[in-house]
């Protein structure tokens, strides 16, 4: 972020720009719909004409409007990828590790959110996360064994330590300590079920998106993750989660699917299969893998940091962070190598007001537009080119 003073912009300038960017969105839903009528009609029936005109369209439309915002929109870049890349030992590897919070269905008056977080671990540093987690855990709680961010927050289970006030305290610390000093990174979408339910009445969000809340936030989430596995070297992502139930487990697995055959409107099919392992390995409680151990951890605060940051009364230093952790998590967010944690780290939707976006990161340039395109960001340029 710049430390020059902004120039102030008239209302006019202000006005059209505000127009424009309401035009790009447009314009990127339109998009989207386009693309995924593209890979359709390939898939389907190759004889129908395809919408390559409205997409060329479309890109030069969204090219002139970012660029009179200063920005420029390309074209979705796309891996140029063969057979021998995708089974390639050689490639750096990292783990992105989800876990959720919330009800993805139905009312809950005390949590009315629904979020899942990625951790994203490159696979070197994974030796020195077990070895902390483990370590914490053989300390406080005598062996290694998976400490529920529920009993964390509220003093239960394993972290009541038959009311010693001071135990409990003392491993709350070092805790947070040891998040705070270890090296992962942390995708978080949150979805506020009531403003989604009044914004989109019948669940449908454009003609792309997922109308069901967990594919919905998976779909939002992995386009976050697929950018931050490029910008950390071009690593292939090892996707784990937490076995919930069959029926669960196999709508993680769809909506990682869906994405490497449509996209989203930020990131490409091919960006997805090409940054994402073919499939994702669940695990139970009982294996205690550090990477979901700190999923489970960051989730909720980022969480309860977006509620609060919907409703001024929950703006206390107990509600807001919940057990200390939110300062915490924000420090690993993502931030798109742009100081953009509001845009690439924690994602709320629907979408938080300019004030409320301040009061969880007032460092935050939230005027400017974030740059989505992966060729820009840092990292190997030799493995993206765009399709012919």
């Known amino acids: ?42 898939d389907g029936a190759p004889g129908l004409p395809r919408p390559t005109e ?34 390639s030992a050689e490639r750096l590897r990292a783990y992105v590790c989800i876990d959720e919070t919330g009800l993805s269905k139905g009312n809950d008056p005390v949590a009315p959110y629904f979020a899942t977080a990625a951790v994203i671990i490159r696979a070197e540093e994974m030796p020195l996360i077990d070895a902390a987690v483990n370590g914490w855990q053989r300390k406080h709680f005598g062996r290694e064994r998976y400490i529920h961010e529920l009993d964390v927050r509220k003093g239960t289970g394993a972290f009541h330590f038959d009311g010693d006030r001071s135990r409990r305290d003392a491993a709350l610390r070092e805790l947070a300590d040891m998040l705070r000093d270890l090296p992962f990174y942390v995708t978080c979408v949150v979805i506020d079920k009531d403003r989604f339910r ?36 071009d690593r292939k992502g090892d996707l784990e989660a937490e076995g919930v139930g069959e029926v669960e487990d196999a709508h993680l697995q769809r909506a990682v699917a869906n994405l490497k055959l449509t996209g989203t409107r ?16 669940f695990h139970g409680k009982v294996h205690n893998r550090a990477g979901l151990q700190l999923a489970d951890w960051v989730v909720k605060p980022c969480a309860d940091a977006a509620r609060a940051a919907r409703t001024p009364a929950l703006r206390t230093p107990e509600n807001t ?34 004030e409320e976006r301040l009061w969880l990161f007032p460092e935050a340039d939230i005027w400017s537009l974030a740059d989505w395109e992966p060729k820009k960001a840092q990292g190997p340029r030799e493995n993206a080119s765009r399709d012919p």
């Open 1 to 42: 972020m710049s430390d020059q003073p902004k120039t102030a912009l008239s209302d006019d300038e202000l006005a059209r720009r505000r127009v424009a960017a309401q035009e790009i969105e447009w314009l990127r839903d339109v998009e989207a719909a386009a693309r995924h009528l593209d890979h359709l009609l390939s």
């Open 54 to 87: 409205l997409l060329r369209q479309l890109d030069a439309r969204l090219h002139s409007l970012s660029g009179s915002l200063g920005q420029h929109q390309t074209a979705r870049q796309r891996p140029r990828q063969t057979t021998s890349d995708r089974w």
């Open 198 to 233: 009044a914004a989109h009445p019948t669940s449908i969000v454009d003609g792309v998106l997922p109308t069901r809340l967990y594919p919905l936030a998976v779909h939002m989430m992995l386009e976050r993750v697929v950018h931050c596995l490029w910008n950390l070297g």
């Open 266 to 281: 930020f990131q490409s099919e091919r960006w997805f299969r090409y940054q994402l392992a073919d499939h994702v390995t």
């Open 321 to 354: 962070v919940g057990h200390a952790m939110w300062e915490v998590v924000r420090e690993h967010l993502w931030d798109g190598e742009q100081a953009r944690k509001d845009t690439f780290g924690l994602k709320v939707y629907p979408g938080l007001s300019p």
